[in-house]
């Protein structure tokens, strides 16, 4: 007997830990090459090469499935961007990638190029925190499966995530499918090892508790977490690192919450900065909505159109914490 979506969670997890290779050995060789995208953030090799590579796995195995991704190869056909396009093609040559040529990989980038709902398609965000990828902080390569509108599957690729169970061990993959828990895996692991499962905390005591949230004060306000946390009686400092490694954190128990407080009207949060990181945190017991405590939807499109910010918790600690929010005007 097979569960549901194991085909699935078995060709995406093959090309997360892929790409996340890939992004390793870039990340290693840096290279400060960065185009800079029309809304000014940096975008680099890797985050192409990683789409390249998971988009084609992807199509490949489900010629169906519409891939809603970050990132589009237009800017790579431009003629003043072919070195940096030659770059990525060297980067998937070494990586051993069939049928590797200028033209498929922009051909495989662009697969990712759907905008619109669907009844089942996938959601790749092919590097998410690539300002921590620049620091050689935390990133993640996040890939979800969304069928009617509920996340399925969800994974999160973390090359530079300590190993749960054995700090020793740098490099992480998380996976959850829907009703069949939350694990970790080690990201280089040769042979098949036991995945190991993972659980938020119990506790429902703020002041014993710890909160993450982004390094950058322009994705999350930091002033306002800062507030909630006084009034809260939160002691402990923020845990501040980049991408989904933030649900990782509390999926694991490392963190009782992770805030994404706005920090201008009118931004509306991403699918692929969210998806695999909703479903880990689900999965392994606690809670996601946005700062009013709606649930977030994932039926809108590529953007979350209906949900401000994002709240995630272990459980125990939310009302009160949505509540909070509401007492503050921080969530008008
Ligand atoms: N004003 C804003 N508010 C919230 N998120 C933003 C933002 N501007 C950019 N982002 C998103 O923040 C993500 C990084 O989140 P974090 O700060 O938690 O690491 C970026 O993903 P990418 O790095 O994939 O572009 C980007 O999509
Ligand atoms: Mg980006
Ligand atoms: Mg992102
Ligand atoms: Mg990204």
Request: with cysteine.
């Amino acid at each position: 007997m097979t569960t549901p979506f194991q085909w699935e969670l078995e060709i995406a997890l093959s090309a997360v830990k892929q790409a996340s290779q890939i992004c390793r050995s870039v990340q290693a060789a840096i290279t400060d090459e960065v185009l800079e995208k029309k809304d000014k953030s940096p975008v680099t090799i890797a985050d192409f090469s990683s789409q390249a590579v998971i988009c084609r796995a992807l199509n490949e195995t489900f010629p169906q499935d519409p891939i809603i991704g970050e990132e589009d190869a237009a800017e790579l056909r431009l003629e003043e961007n072919r070195a940096f396009l030659e770059m990525i093609v060297a980067e998937l040559n070494a990586a051993q990638i069939p049928e590797t040529s200028p033209e498929n990989v922009c051909r495989w980038i662009d697969q990712g190029g759907a905008k619109e709902y669907s009844s089942r398609f996938w959601t790749l965000d092919p590097i998410d925190g690539t300002k921590g990828f620049l620091r050689k902080e935390q990133y993640a390569v996040s890939l979800a499966l969304i069928v009617d509108g509920k996340i399925v599957l969800g994974i999160l690729g973390c090359p530079n995530m300590p190993f749960p169970i054995d700090e020793t061990v740098t490099g992480t993959l998380y996976y959850a499918v829907a009703g069949q828990g939350a694990f970790a895996i080690p990201l280089n692991q040769d042979q098949e090892q036991a995945a190991f499962p993972i659980r938020v905390t119990t506790t429902d005591d703020f002041s014993q508790s710890r909160f993450c949230e982004s390094v950058e004060s322009g994705h999350s306000s930091h002033g306002h977490s800062q507030q909630v946390a006084e009034k809260l009686d939160i002691e402990k400092e923020p845990r501040r690192l980049d991408s989904q490694a933030k649900y990782a954190v509390v999926a694991q128990g490392n963190a009782d919450i992770y805030m994404r407080l706005p920090t201008r009207v009118g931004y509306r949060e991403k699918i692929w900065d969210h998806a695999a990181g909703v479903l880990l945190v689900q999965e392994a017991g606690g809670t996601v909505t946005d700062i009013t405590g709606k649930p977030l939807e994932f039926d809108q499109g590529y953007e979350l159109k209906n949900n401000q910010g994002v709240i995630v918790t272990n459980g125990p600690l939310h009302q009160e914490l949505i509540q909070t929010l509401g007492e503050l005007a921080i969530n008008e």
